[in-house]
Every structure is written in structure tokens, then in C-alpha cells.
């Protein structure tokens, strides 16, 4: 997922913050990490790497994320995050600062 951040009024080009699946597919892209592989080789691969969980950039360790994950084994990159997906979702909604921060992050401001 991503979402731009507010405008400030400026004409410049305005980047977007990725999180959740769309943060871990970029850490991903940078990575050594090849297919298939183990929960254990992707968890020494980037384990350790903070991923935004939310729009306000809420991180959680990639590793926390991965133990939570009922898979040992991932055929593709894909695969991976998909597996990782209903996760991420889950810590973000424990994790939310509830009815106002979701409200709040509806805002265009």
C-alpha cells in the first residue's frame, strides 16, 4: 500500500510513503534474497528491516511480521507476500490508535 502525503501547496512532485506489503516488496527489490527460500533465510536476509504498517509510518520489525506467518518455505517473492499480507493487516488494526487515528488519517491534512 501507499498513500500520498498532504500537499503543501507546492508544484513539486510529491512522493508517496509506502507501507505494508508495498514497503516489504521494495526492501525485497533491494535485497540478495532469491526464491525459493525458507522462512529462516528470509528472516536473516531482512528480519531486521523496520516496515511502515501504516500511513503515518508506524514501523514494526519484518521479522516480528514473518514469525506470525504459517509458512515455512516460498516458492516466489510473490508467494512471500502474499503470506504476509493478511499479517501485516492484522498488526495494523491491533496496532491502530483506534476510531480517532483512523479518522484522522482519512484527512487530506
Not at 516496515?51 to 511480521?65: F, P, R
Request: charged share 25%; hydrophobic share 40%.
Amino acid at each position: 500500500m501507499g498513500v500520498r502525503p498532504p500537499s503543501n501547496g507546492d508544484d513539486d512532485e510529491v512522493d508517496s510513503i509506502e507501507f505494508g506489503i508495498a514497503a516489504v516488496d521494495a526492501v525485497l527489490r533491494r535485497s540478495d534474497l532469491s526464491f525459493p527460500a525458507s522462512g529462516d533465510d528470509v528472516a536473516a536476509e531482512i528480519g531486521h528491516e523496520r516496515i511502515a504498517y501504516d500511513a503515518h509510518g508506524s514501523t514494526v520489525a519484518l521479522g516480528e511480521i514473518l514469525a506470525a506467518v504459517d509458512r515455512e518455505q516460498f516458492s516466489s517473492r510473490q508467494q512471500l507476500l502474499n503470506a504476509l499480507h493478511p499479517e501485516f493487516e492484522a498488526y495494523r488494526e491491533e496496532h491502530s490508535g483506534g476510531m480517532v487515528q483512523q479518522f484522522r488519517s482519512l484527512l487530506p491534512f
